[in-house]
């Protein structure tokens, strides 16, 4: 179960995520002018709040490369566990810019909603090609910084790539709202509008759901497999294994579980074997796992 991310050193690992982070957000805010300079030019409701989606994308890559500086810090008395968290405390940050984003589209439908004539955009050959270039633009970025999330075992990269990705599929309803448009349906890109807030909040209500994961410290490893790693330790002695607690990521797991040994053992012996374990635990998921192995005579 080795990733790519449990064979580099942690300051190496750091060092990647923000070299993505880096050329993602040049990627975003790039993407996010193009849309909101065009969108305003075309009087474009859909167009100019999908340019708000791509303006927290880029927000969202500052939050995490504050995140990631702060993760990339090594244990210390006050945090002896790490400061890892600080990664995925990060990705909170885009739910709520996510959030503020859908409100403030919201409120710009009903404002054009309860204006007493509806604004046709100008939906020119510019405001297609700008649309479909970007389109373009966002496939690659988040298709970059999923594989290199997965790859470096990020969770803040993984949730980024999905919030760019909604911002392709929210580009191909501001598309169709241009479409509507030019056969004088100003009401479409209202709707579409109101569209856009909606799939922002589903992303951000997905991304706090992924965050809670590690944030919460649920369980995330099978206890029957740990079981099953404990005890094809080839040592004599070994009873059984129970009491099996996980939680972490994939970028480092905490482990704690009782080791049952034959009662006669010498404390000595009994502590070789513990530390057995906890190497054949840290080869099987990572050497960045922190392992804790109470010993326990058997009955």
Same mark, same amino acid.
């Given at each position: !179960?080795?990733? $790519?991310?449990?064979?580099?050193k942690?300051?190496?690992?750091?060092?990647?995520?923000?070299?993505?982070l880096? +050329?993602?957000?040049?990627a975003n805010?790039g993407? $996010?002018?193009?849309?909101? &300079?065009?969108?305003?030019? #075309?009087?474009?409701?859909s167009?100019?709040?999908?340019?708000?989606?791509?303006? !927290?994308?880029?927000?969202?890559?500052?939050?995490?490369?504050?995140?990631?500086? &702060?993760?990339?810090?090594p244990?210390?008395?006050?945090h002896?566990?790490?400061?890892? /968290?600080?990664?995925?405390?990060?990705?909170?940050?885009?739910v709520? +810019?996510? +959030?503020?984003?859908?409100?403030?589209i919201?409120?710009?439908?009903?404002?054009? &909603?309860t204006a007493?004539?509806?604004?046709?955009p100008?939906?020119g050959?510019l405001?297609?090609?700008?649309?479909?270039f970007?389109?373009?633009?966002?496939?690659?970025?988040?298709?970059?910084?999923?594989?290199?999330?997965?790859?470096l075992?990020?969770?803040?990269?993984v $949730?980024?790539?999905?919030?760019?990705?909604?911002?392709?599929?929210?580009?191909?309803?501001?598309i169709?709202?241009?479409?509507? $448009?030019?056969?004088?349906?100003?009401i479409?890109?209202?709707?579409?509008?109101?569209?856009?807030?909606?799939?922002? #909040?589903v992303?951000?209500?997905?991304?706090? /759901?992924?965050?809670?994961i590690?944030?919460?410290?649920?369980?995330?490893?099978?206890?029957?497999?740990?079981?099953?790693?404990c005890?094809?330790?080839?040592?004599?002695?070994?009873?059984?294994c129970?009491?099996?607690?996980?939680?972490?990521?994939?970028?480092?797991?905490?482990?704690?579980?009782?080791?049952?040994?034959?009662?006669?053992l010498?404390?000595?012996?009994?502590?070789r074997?513990?530390?057995?374990?906890?190497?054949? &635990? /840290?080869?099987?998921?990572?050497?960045?796992?922190?392992?804790?192995?109470?010993?326990?005579?058997?009955r």
């Amino acid at each position: !179960m080795k990733s $790519a991310a449990t064979i580099l050193k942690s300051s190496e690992r750091y060092r990647r995520i923000r070299k993505v982070l880096i +050329l993602v957000l040049i990627a975003n805010f790039g993407v $996010a002018l193009a849309k909101g &300079l065009v969108g305003l030019r #075309a009087d474009s409701i859909s167009m100019v709040a999908d340019a708000f989606h791509s303006l !927290m994308d880029g927000s969202s890559n500052i939050i995490g490369l504050v995140g990631v500086a &702060l993760a990339a810090r090594p244990r210390d008395e006050t945090h002896s566990y790490g400061h890892a /968290k600080f990664e995925t405390f990060a990705s909170i940050g885009i739910v709520v +810019l996510l +959030l503020v984003t859908a409100i403030q589209i919201v409120e710009s439908v009903y404002g054009r &909603l309860t204006a007493e004539t509806l604004a046709l955009p100008d939906a020119g050959p510019l405001a297609f090609a700008t649309m479909g270039f970007t389109m373009l633009v966002n496939t690659g970025v988040s298709y970059f910084e999923r594989r290199q999330g997965q790859k470096l075992s990020s969770t803040f990269l993984v $949730a980024d790539s999905r919030h760019t990705m909604s911002d392709v599929y929210v580009s191909f309803s501001v598309i169709a709202s241009l479409l509507a $448009a030019r056969f004088g349906l100003a009401i479409v890109d209202i709707v579409v509008g109101g569209f856009i807030a909606g799939a922002i #909040a589903v992303a951000a209500i997905r991304i706090m /759901k992924e965050a809670s994961i590690v944030l919460l410290d649920r369980a995330v490893l099978d206890p029957a497999e740990v079981e099953r790693v404990c005890l094809s330790v080839d040592e004599k002695g070994i009873l059984g294994c129970h009491k099996v607690r996980t939680r972490g990521s994939e970028a480092g797991y905490w482990i704690d579980l009782h080791l049952l040994v034959e009662p006669e053992l010498p404390t000595r012996k009994s502590h070789r074997i513990a530390s057995v374990v906890e190497r054949r &635990l /840290k080869d099987e998921y990572g050497e960045e796992t922190d392992v804790v192995v109470h010993i326990e005579p058997g009955r």
